[in-house]
């Protein structure tokens, strides 16, 4: 276990729509409550991505954020090589099709992804927004995913990945499944705080570099899961 | 002002009544319903009503209404002014504001950002204010860059004169293609929505990135210069700067506001009002005791009393507000915090992790509202001790009599003007 936990949030100036923020300060707080001091780093899309960092987040944007942050860091090359050092990754919906080989811009032309995750987005006929609530992949072994999503992606999964959900409410990649994972990455649609609606996830990316992690008060945290499951899921 | 033909005065009257009825009967205060029936029987309705009119169109994500107000009272000191007083900021609303006071010279109309390109064609106003964009109800609204660009495009080409926050670099942006622009430096105090530069999509050079967006030193606000790194855009030279407490006006001279109204937020949008009211010939000794007289608008920064507390109430709807919301409340008060996610909300309340509430810490802090769990949570995480109520009622029994600031966002807002009968 690192002594101290390295939190890097790509491009917040570029990609930070709605409340990603708030994935950043869930994994703080889960890491200080278990005695794990952090230190978040805020990069900037015009400075290099650091290769040494233990937890990457990168979070959801416009069509031309977008497809300036794909840019940037693809030339840059640091997030590539902190993920085969073996850093984990939480990519949230225009954060997560940047991850692909290729994603839809503004007028739905195919912009090159950077690779990580062997997924390809398009644009879908209508906007996709609303709670969201998804069974995990049990090989993961994790509560009901639960969230918001708002976005036009359409995500076709390969074989270089799995699902990470299957939807019971909402849209999600488009065929039934949300988001997906490979490796120490994990892509979704959730968008802006998906981690403080899911803190099993946090723990999930948290566990990757620390190993394992003890049990904490969960109260608030799931307090609120239960009201939006019980507002979303059929009875 | 020239008279309506025929049609367009029938359509005007009609819609009068309607509004009239759905005051007397309690539906609404008639300002969306009178305009919509007045559009369905003259479509053009909108355009003859301001045709013959000195009009001034006020747009932003917030002080849409302040705005609007002051810039209503400043005009009052030279005529009779028709304005949307309650907010209801889409043509129907325009044209009900408009029919009200028909004799009137004026008009000044808070437009909704998204509807800022249709009414400046239908109407060709002469004026338009600018003052700030940044995320708000993400679910509903349009993304703010796209924003900015529409307001380009409608502003290219036109006569009008816009007046506009250069301390903003999206509304420069989205206000640099007017054929005239008066430049205020009115601040900036949410930056979160302006780090790349909206023309090339570079690094802007500016104070304060990296702290989660919030808090702001007083250095870092009180420096609003900025320049992209990449290309040739940057802050234009204003030709009003309000400074503090002061406006300095383009010849120099120096205002001090003494507003009534609280805060910097609405110091910021009495500057803008004061360039408003010069372009229309009134200048800020004239406009300045005008706006003075404003003390709340729809309810916002009334204070209001119940068995001995003292509660003001003031609005947030999106991060940028409740930044501007903490400036004007009292950090030895204690502060209800209400926060719903009904359709004008917006249903997503991803945006309170926008918002840095660490400086509650030390101060009471009570949590109520419809999706008060989700407050709570984001609260939990940032430290801050508070207390989680049933309802507005319940938070109010809680604390002992005396000041309280109470902070709510759009329909909670308005829950709460109705347990005071909207008295407020």
């Known amino acids: ?235 | 002002m020239s008279q309506l033909p025929l049609r367009a005065q029938l359509a005007s009257a009609l819609g009068r009544t309607a509004a009239t009825l759905s005051r007397a009967t309690g539906r609404g205060d008639g300002s969306v319903i009178g305009g919509r029936v007045g559009l369905m029987l003259e479509p053009d309705l909108l355009r003859k009503l301001a045709a013959d009119r000195k009009l001034v169109l006020v747009s932003a994500t917030n002080g849409k209404t302040t705005t609007t107000r002051l810039i209503t009272s400043a005009l009052q000191e030279l005529g009779d002014v028709a304005t949307n007083a309650f907010g209801a900021n889409m043509p129907a609303g325009h044209v009900s504001a408009l029919a009200s006071s028909k004799g009137a010279p004026y008009g000044v109309l808070e437009v909704d950002e998204k509807y800022l390109p249709e009414v400046l064609d239908t109407t060709e106003a002469g004026i338009v204010a600018l003052m700030n964009l940044s995320r708000d109800q993400m679910d509903r609204a349009a993304e703010i860059w796209l924003l900015a660009q529409k307001w380009r495009r409608a502003l290219a080409g036109r006569p009008a004169h816009v007046i506009a926050n250069c301390d903003d670099p999206l509304v420069t942006w989205g206000a640099s293609t007017a054929a005239r622009v008066t430049w205020v430096a009115a601040g900036q105090r949410w930056r979160e929505d302006s780090w790349c530069c909206p023309e090339c999509g570079g690094p802007l050079d500016r104070a304060g990135f990296g702290n989660g967006g919030q808090n702001l030193t007083a250095a870092q606000l009180a420096d609003t210069s900025w320049a992209c790194r990449e290309c040739t855009f940057h802050r234009p030279e204003p030709n009003w700067v309000l400074d503090g407490e002061d406006v300095i006006d383009p010849r120099g001279q120096r205002w001090r506001l003494d507003l009534q109204l609280p805060g910097q937020a609405n110091r910021a949008n009495a500057a803008v009002a004061l360039a408003v009211a010069e372009t229309l010939g009134l200048d800020p000794g004239r406009a300045l005791p005008r706006l003075r007289t404003v003390t709340s608008v729809a309810g916002r920064y009334t204070t209001v009393e119940r068995e001995g507390r003292s509660l003001r109430l003031l609005l947030a709807k999106n991060p940028a507000g409740w930044l501007e919301a903490f400036d004007v409340a009292d950090p030895a008060l204690p502060i209800i915090l209400s926060v719903n996610a009904q359709g004008p909300d917006g249903r997503d309340t991803s945006w309170l992790w926008d918002v840095d509430y660490r400086i509650l810490r030390g101060r009471p802090v009570l949590v109520t509202g419809e999706r008060r769990l989700d407050l709570a949570l984001r609260l939990a995480v940032a430290e801050v001790p508070f207390q989680l109520c049933d309802s507005f009622e319940q938070a109010v029994a809680v604390l002992a009599p005396g000041k309280i600031d109470v902070i709510a966002n759009y329909t909670a807002f308005q829950q709460i003007r109705a347990e005071f009968g909207r008295a407020v």
């Open chain 1, 1 to 235: 276990m690192p002594s101290e936990l390295s939190i890097v949030w790509i491009y917040p100036d570029l990609l930070s729509t709605y409340g990603d923020q708030g994935n950043v300060l869930v994994l703080e707080q889960r890491a200080r409550a278990r005695g794990i001091p952090t230190r978040t780093i805020h990069v900037r899309s015009s400075d290099p991505v650091p290769q040494q960092g233990d937890v990457y987040l990168i979070g959801g944007g416009e069509d031309r954020p977008q497809i300036l942050g794909a840019e940037r860091l693809r030339r840059d090359g640091g997030l590539h090589a902190a993920i085969q050092r073996g850093a984990a990754l939480l990519a949230v919906c225009a954060g997560y099709q940047i991850m692909g080989t290729v994603f839809g811009g503004e007028e739905g032309q195919p912009v090159s992804g950077v690779g990580l995750l062997d997924i390809s987005s398009g644009r879908g006929e209508r906007r996709a927004v609303g709670e969201l609530a998804a069974d995990v992949d049990p090989a993961l072994g994790l509560p009901t995913l639960t969230g918001f999503e708002n976005h036009m992606g359409v995500t076709r999964l390969g074989p270089g990945v799995r699902p990470l959900s299957r939807t019971v409410v909402g849209t999600g990649n488009g065929d039934g499944t949300e988001g997906c994972y490979a490796g120490r990455i994990i892509g979704t649609y959730l968008h802006g705080p998906a981690l403080a609606r899911n803190p099993a996830l946090a723990d999930l990316l948290l566990g990757w570099v620390t190993g394992p992690l003890p049990a904490i008060d969960d109260g608030w945290y799931q307090a609120l899961r239960d009201e939006r499951l019980r507002a979303v899921l059929p009875a």
